[in-house]
């Protein structure tokens, strides 16, 4: 997990103040966490008092191979 920090564009209209990044296996098991009931608890927490936007993305694993789900 990475989180916090200065975020700056340099490219585009994304004007985001705060990120962070979650790892994962597989695009299929971010999914899984996505749909799971802590994560629907953390959503309803927050709803109201924060925006946020979430994404999902391939990535490569330390010996750059795509991870594949």
């Known amino acids: 997990m990475i989180r916090g920090g200065k975020?700056?564009?340099?490219e585009g209209n994304w004007r985001a103040s705060r990120m962070v990044v979650l790892h994962f296996d597989?695009?299929?098991k971010a999914k899984e966490w996505y749909a799971s009931y802590e994560?629907?608890?953390?959503v309803q927490a927050r709803q109201g008092v924060s925006v946020?936007?979430?994404i999902v993305c391939e990535g490569l694993d330390a010996y750059g191979v795509l991870v594949q789900t």
């Open 26 to 28: 597989s695009v299929d």
């Open 39 to 42: 994560w629907k608890m953390a």
């Open 52 to 54: 946020s936007n979430v």
């Open 7 to 10: 975020v700056e564009t340099l």
